[in-house]
């Protein structure tokens, strides 16, 4: 079963990770949008991500991630950020994270190494659930 531990380090570390993820959002050429928010604005919307991720990955509903990311893509078609940019921002924000959980030091046994691949499948897969509510949220809708 997922490691609790791993999840409650993460969610403790949330400030850590948001404080990296901003800086590389506002200097990585590919989220040139980003660079023109705030650190505060950027820290508002990266932090729930990692500071709820235990919710989001073992409790939430698919209906609750959906809602979420749909709105989330809505909101960045409706603030002119490129479709491409939005999406290199998620990739980011996992990216982070999986480096995070790879160095986190947690790992000393086989037990360890087995829960943090556990954990990282499915940050995995939230993510890629993510991605693809966000550009469904993106996409203009089709008018009836």
Aim: hydrophobic share 35%; aromatic share 10%; glycine share 4%.
């Amino acid at each position: 079963m997922l490691s609790d531990s791993l999840v409650q380090m993460i969610e403790a570390h949330a400030d850590k990770l948001t404080h990296s993820l901003v800086n590389d959002l506002r200097s990585n050429k590919r989220t040139k949008h980003y660079h023109h928010l705030t650190g505060d604005e950027l820290h508002r919307i990266t932090y729930d991500v990692y500071r709820h991720l235990g919710q989001w990955i073992v409790s939430k509903t698919e209906e609750a991630i959906e809602s979420n990311y749909i709105e989330l893509g809505e909101r960045r078609r409706a603030e002119g950020v490129p479709l491409s940019e939005v999406v290199y921002a998620l990739i980011l924000t996992k990216y982070h994270l999986g480096e995070y959980i790879r160095f986190s030091g947690m790992s000393d046994s086989a037990m360890d190494l087995h829960r943090e691949r556990e954990l990282q499948q499915l940050v995995a897969q939230f993510f890629d659930k993510a991605i693809y509510c966000t550009v469904k949220g993106f996409e203009p809708k089709a008018e009836s």
